[in-house]
């Protein structure tokens, strides 16, 4: 028997399907009248050309739930995509829980920054990055992972894929082409270094850096990936204890307030869950004790998020009441569902 949750999710697949990218905001409101999700000017909806290298196609569109008991449902695609900077989430983790909170803290602030993802963020005072989600913070944390690239690269790939409860594949043609346009990212390694923030190897740290970005994940690994999150750092499927509660926590504290870039504020207000996006399209969400959620869709906004993957987000957010400072208690899943499209209010 399928559930309601797996129907709402088909509904609301098919409602975003049809809507025109990057005429979505005005499709939307014709295909979802109840709950009308309002566009924004800055859904551009382009498909980066470093996504055509693993096969991202305009109708590409997959969501996913994992609960922190195992149970994962999921609609549209499951189609493997590079992660990009999700990556970035996992790899503090990791080093927290490597060096600790203090040292790590040391190192790379907490603070967001209001700017594009592969901005300056360096302190001028303290000469940290302003937070590890941003490109430079992201950088700095991977030098942590370990004292040669192969330590650092090893360790991140055992994360991500403990987290994902299976082995993942490295995209070794999206991983070679963004070192050849690595430019940015080395310049900013070679800052960090020239600020006597960092004192590895530059050209090796963004290698492994760039290597972490090309794993490829489904919609569905990264359900379990942000599940792995919400249920204080163990894996819902396999039991393994990925990180200690407290790396856990101060991953989602980050993500909460840095992981959607120079559109956190927005999307706070808007969805209201710890969030990471990566700009090959995907999305992951977390309800602390409950669930994580993710989503996929190649076109990205001028933010370098996902414009659909957005727009479920504010949906489901909406429907199942799950913002964090609602002030109500989180509902079942599957009875919400339910009572929505008894009442006439799913998509």
């Known amino acids: 028997m399928t559930s309601a949750l797996t129907t709402y999710l088909d509904r609301l697949t098919l409602a975003l399907s049809t809507a025109t990218v990057p005429e979505i905001s005005e499709e939307i409101g014709a295909i979802l009248p109840d709950r009308g999700i309002s566009g924004s000017a800055e859904a551009v909806g382009d498909i980066p050309e470093l996504s055509y290298l693993s096969g991202a196609r305009d109708d590409h569109l997959g969501m996913a739930v994992c609960t922190i008991d195992g149970e994962i449902t999921s609609a549209g695609t499951d189609h493997a995509f590079p992660m990009q900077s999700i990556s970035k989430a996992f790899a503090y983790g990791a080093a927290i829980d490597l060096h600790g909170m203090d040292y790590v803290d040391s190192v790379v602030d907490e603070e967001p920054t209001g700017e594009e993802f592969n901005a300056l963020s ?24 370990g004292p040669t690239q192969v330590d650092r690269t090893r360790r991140l790939r055992e994360v991500l894929d403990a987290a994902a409860g299976r082995p993942l594949e490295l995209h070794e043609e999206t991983r070679d082409e963004e ?17 006597g923030s960092m004192s590895e190897d530059a050209a090796e740290v963004v290698a492994g850096y760039v290597e972490g970005c090309a794993v490829l994940t489904t919609v569905t690994d990264l359900a379990v990936m942000a599940a792995t999150l919400a249920s204080g750092g163990t894996n819902p499927l396999t039991g393994e204890e ?71 987000f504010e949906r489901l957010s909406q429907d199942f009441a799950l913002h964090m400072l609602d002030g109500v208690v989180p509902r079942d899943l599957e009875e919400c569902a339910r009572e929505l499209m008894e009442v006439g209010t799913h998509p």
């Open 122 to 145: 360096l302190d001028p005072y303290s000469k940290k990055p302003k937070n590890p989600l941003v490109n430079i913070g992201a950088i700095r944390t991977h030098a942590m992972l």
């Open 179 to 195: 070192l050849t346009t690595a430019d940015r990212n080395l310049a900013l390694a070679y800052m960090l270094r020239a600020a």
């Open 242 to 312: 990925v990180f200690s509660r407290v790396a856990a926590r101060q991953v989602l504290s980050v993500m909460l307030t840095c992981g959607m870039y120079d559109n956190a504020g927005d999307w706070v207000g808007d969805v209201g869950l710890p969030a990471k996006s990566g700009v090959g399209g995907g999305i992951i969400a977390a309800l602390p004790s409950r669930f994580g959620l993710a989503s996929y869709a190649p076109q990205l906004d001028l933010h370098g998020n996902s414009v659909r993957g957005t727009y479920f």
